[in-house]
């Protein structure tokens, strides 16, 4: 069952995909280091193009993983030995500003494929959007490639800001479990400060309470869970989620800091349904 | 417990204070064990069950069996105050297991008294035999021919209640000679809702129904026999109104094929081998409800294949029975709840994760004739258990508590009995050890979230319960004369790692206004104790009167009362039997429900008397036979409800009835 409700959609998509994408789709590769993946879009210069992928095909409001491989357009060969970085941008009607995102870099054990993430903390609209910049320097030399991007709203809330007492605001971002299912998930959130409109830090030794709810069911909940801790190595939040059924869950959090103060979120309890601070997740 | 002993010595006495002379009777009166007749046959017997009654008021009248009523169809037996997960129910030796989680279909009601021509009712640990228990057996014997002289003969039988507008037909045609049989019968019931005494509707009590089944049989040479069997069951629009849902559909379809040698040689007889299979499906239902918080379907399916080979062996003084017998049952259940934002991802789980139970067992039996009037018998069993879980979902469900779990888990469980029995001039003694365990049901060990509308709370199994143990003692004495009869009984059970739920406070409710959580466990102990005394006594010819008074009580280490425990009850009954008429006039009472569980949602239920009268005449009709009898039951329309009411749903008020039976040869 997995198998069709996962590799159906990819293979719909890749067969729409492939009739709109150019014919170079020939080029030999030996091994697909983009497989399972789905390209989103091309930033083209005169030199090279740029492949966006991510799993979906698409990018979504909140967190998105983004694989990214740079192709010679004069010889057809994937650059295998670039030094990359990027640059997100929301273009509001009244200002400019980036979101938090990680740095670009080789994936381990793979040839011409680069990979990091960037948390859309908000969706385009119809006078507002978002575009990406990549740099990229190959053998001392620089290039940059750039285009307007599609970042439609999440059908679930899978970001958050908010503002804390001293007036800093704080993204919160889901980034796990991206496949859900009903037993003890593993969950991964993302914290950043926005430091300003282009410097958004990750977050360090907080501490994310976590009560998810069901508000169809009674404002059920499920046993087990464990809040999300700091963990140095991927710097991201890590806890467990327990999902008792399928359906519509409302992540309630409560956002502490390291001396334990709360930031932002209440207690869930008879007559307070749900936090100020939540996440959703429906699967 | 000194007002028990007490109660206990002070009737022991008052029954040997009568004392008349000896008679043979054909009920045996001395044992565990309870033989209800079923059908035809019964017209011949005692007459204080309606014609056309449904298995489970059979089952209520014995004195051994409380049924436990969610509505006015589908009720689950009790035996020794055990519900089913304690006791061994079977099918002439088959295991079948309901396929609602919440014990809506227990397997009495896929089978119907067209079906079975008897009920053996055996206590404790003699009732072993065909599969591990706690509180005893109860097993059906499929009604069927005989290879016998040629015959055909037809049957149609109808019946009519008033209260409840019931209705009720069946037929059946049966055709046997020396070497083949085949019987055919299908009965139909269907009945609206039914009024408690003062007139009051009970909304969501209706029900429907029919059996159809086919036995037939042929002789394999002079020594072997081979007989299949085929049951269909279907209940459709059935109301349980002390439940939050009904049911659109309990079906069952239960099939076997059974190799019957008669003789082996000298010693060895009446070998019998049988594999069966049956399926169970259960569909819940609440589109009918009105101001339900959220739409919910939940289906259950319960499929067993089974075995057994049992062989008498007599010799000398010892008459032994050796029965081998496995299953295999795979038991899923799954909950879908639809929310009101019909935007939303329905709600989806599994409250039986596809749980297989394979199950292998001995079980062995000798009875030893010590002397004339004393007779030895000894039981055991001895089987092995494994639960596995099947469905990863589920599996993944479960581990949401138990992060350990394994999917697998096997158990050796062991049933011993001993029963000694003297008898003396009038007087016969009976006394009988036991020591049983049983595997946790599926639902105790692997349920998730399962509403009990009993105490408001959802239950949700632990698959690490080990295996209960009970230790039991009973002691019966008997005194039998010409025209008195008198029997005492009585019982103890001490449970070992009684398996019950108990809170969990930390962990919220799934369902929309429970109170809470509740996890099987165990109780390091338990104590059951029953205790019964019944008299016959034949005034004259033509009147017999008979009585009966029981008294139970149960209770955990602790002191505290364990739930479902019967009061003080007490029957009595005047027959008139003349010719071809009989007549009945009786009673049924039980005291206020003192001692009662507020834990597990009960209260105290008041004491109640209900009043019923029947009587009935055998016409025939050259070799044709009519039997007809009518009757009123709760003659005083008495609003009552028992113990052994869920949720103290009344009883029926003043019912009418009427049945006719036409037997063409």
Known sequence: MKFFKYILPIFISLTIISCSSDDDESTPVEVNEVEGLIKVQELTNSTHAVEIFTESGQFEQGYNEITIRVKDLATNVFVDDATMSWIPMMNMVSMSHSCPNSMLTKVSGMETIYRGYIVFQMAENADEGWNLMVNYSIAGEDFEAMSDISVPASAKQRVTTFMDAEGMRYVVALIAPENPDVMVNDITMGVYKMESMMSFPVVENYMIKLDPRMPSMGNHTSPNNEDLMYDASSEMYNGKLSLTMTGY??????????????????????????????????? | MKKTIFLLVSLFIFSQ???????????????????????????????????LSSIDQYLEKSNKVTMIKRGNYAWEATLNNMLSERISVTIDGMQVFGACTDKMDPITSYIDVSNVSEVGITSG???????????????????????????????????????????????????????????????????????????????????????VSLVSGIKLGKNNALIGSLIYDRATDVGYPALPMDVSLAEAIITSLEFQRDSLNSTLSNWRTKVYFNSVTHVMDDTKRPNVPIHMDMPGWSDTFGFYSKLNYKKGKHSMLFNMSGFYNKSLAEMTMYPNDQNENIMFMLTWPDVRTTSIGLFAEDEINLKENQRLKVTARVGVHNNEIKDEFGLNSLKIFYPEMEESKTRMLLNLSSQYEIKHK?????????????????????????????????????????????????????????????????????????????????????????????????????????????????????????????YHLGRDNDGTNLP?????????????????FDAE?????????????????????????????????IFYLNKNKLYAKAGVENIFDKEYSTYADWNNIPRMGRNFFINLSYTIK
């Open chain 1, 249 to 283: 869950w409302k992540l309630n959090l409560m956002i502490l800091n390291e001396a334990g103060d709360v930031l932002k979120g209440e207690e869930v309890t008879e007559t307070n349904e749900s936090s100020s601070l939540f996440l959703e997740i429906e699967f």
């Open chain 2, 17 to 51: 204070a009568f004392s008349q002379e000896t008679e043979n009777d054909t009920i045996k009166k001395v044992a565990l064990s309870e033989v209800i007749v079923i059908g035809k046959a019964n017209l011949k017997n005692k007459n204080d069950v309606k014609l």
């Open chain 2, 125 to 211: 640990q003699q009732g072993s035999e065909h599969g591990s228990t706690i509180g005893g057996g109860i097993d059906f014997k499929l009604q069927k021919s005989y290879f016998d002289k040629e015959e055909l003969t037809a049957g149609i039988e109808t019946g009519y209640e008033t209260n409840g507008d019931a209705k009720t037909v069946s037929s059946e045609v049966n055709f046997s000679n020396k070497k083949f049989f085949i019987n055919t019968d299908g009965i139909y019931r269907t009945s609206n809702n039914y009024k408690t005494g003062g007139d009051n509707e009970v909304l969501f009590s209706q029900f429907n129904k029919y059996n």
């Open chain 2, 426 to 550: 009038k007087s016969a003694f009976l006394f009988s050890l036991g020591y049983g365990e049983r595997a946790p049901s599926v639902t105790e060990g692997y349920g998730f979230y399962l509403f009990n509308s009993f105490d408001n709370y959802d239950y949700i199994g632990n698959p690490d319960l080990k295996n209960e143990k009970s230790y039991e003692f009973s002691a019966v004495y008997n005194y039998t004369a010409s025209k008195f009869k008198a029997g005492l009984e009585a019982s103890y059970f001490y449970l070992n790692d009684y398996i019950i739920g108990e809170t969990a406070p930390d962990i919220g409710q799934m369902t929309i206004g429970a109170n809470g959580v509740r996890i099987y466990t165990a109780l390091d102990g338990a104590s059951l104790f029953n205790s019964k005394l019944s008299v016959e006594y034949k005034i004259s010819p033509s009147f017999t009167y008979d009585g009966h008074v029981s």
């Open chain 2, 564 to 580: 479902l425990i019967s009061p003080f009850t007490f029957k009595s009954a005047l027959q008139f039997k003349k010719n071809l």
């Open chain 2, 585 to 617: 006039v009786n009673m049924t009472s039980a005291g206020q429900q003192v001692n009662y569980s507020s834990y597990f949602g009960e209260n105290k239920t008041d004491s109640y008397a209900v009043f019923n009268l029947n009587a009935s005449y």
